[in-house]
């Protein structure tokens, strides 16, 4: 069975702080992986990753994929109070089908 | 502004019910879809439209049914058939097919069936 599993699922950190978060990933027909920051209501997109080992920087924000080991992680450095939110990772088969994991819940305090 | 709506954002209803959550893009794009979250789970597929007048069972479609009349809009209804109702619901578009491209999200209507 498909699966995305997401860790660790509640992160509690202070401004300035480093944060990692890991989404590893069984799942057939692989074909990307996606990341989204979901703060109270709609989830927005952060990355798409389809390459291993290529990282994809925003800001803040990176994340890189590793396909042999089938797992990718979110960075987010110097962490703001804007950063709280649940971090949702999805992985798109050769469909039009996402699968997402639980989701990280991270919360960041002054 | 282009974007996805969902109304309304919170909806109350007697157990037994059936309730329709709307959902409305104008964002040109082909593919659309309804998602569940539960707390403390990610998002699971209910339904799913490729193109207009045709739709796929999601993972989870069972008390639920859909319709795709027009590009822009694709209305679920929440059936008294589906056992725990009360969830958060999402919709999501996506322009094309084929999985390269990233799905966006309407702001979600809260159900809560008492």
């Known amino acids: 069975e498909d699966k995305v599993v997401q860790s660790p699922l509640s992160l509690v950190v202070h401004e300035g702080d480093t944060v990692t978060l890991n989404c590893s990933y069984e799942?057939?027909?692989?074909?990307?992986l996606l990341w989204y920051k979901q703060e109270k209501k709609a989830p927005t997109f952060l990355f798409m990753l389809?390459?291993?080992?290529i990282e994809k920087k925003s800001g803040r924000l990176s994340s890189i994929l590793d396909k042999k080991e089938l797992f990718s992680i979110l960075n987010i450095t110097a962490t703001q109070t804007g950063d709280s939110a649940i971090y949702l990772c999805a992985v798109a088969r050769n469909t039009d089908k996402l699968i997402f994991g639980t989701g990280t819940r991270l919360q960041v305090f002054p | 502004d282009g974007g996805i709506t969902q109304s309304p954002k919170y909806l109350f209803r007697k157990e037994g019910q059936n309730v329709t959550l709307s959902c409305e893009q104008n964002l040109n794009h082909d593919a659309m879809y309804w998602y569940r979250q539960d707390p403390g789970q990610g998002l699971r597929l209910i339904y799913y439209?490729?193109?207009?007048?045709?739709?796929q069972k999601g993972d989870i479609a069972e008390g639920y049914s859909v319709s795709r009349e027009k590009k822009e809009s694709f209305p679920l209804t929440v059936t008294s058939a589906q056992k725990n109702p009360t969830a958060f619901y999402l919709c999501?578009?996506?322009?094309?097919?084929?999985?390269?491209?990233?799905?966006?999200f309407g702001p979600g209507t809260r159900l809560t069936v008492t």
């Open positions: 799942v057939t027909n692989f074909r990307s």
């Open positions: 389809t390459s291993s080992g």
């Open positions: 439209s490729q193109i207009v007048n045709d739709f």
């Open positions: 999501a578009s996506k322009p094309g097919q084929g999985a390269d491209y990233e799905q966006y």
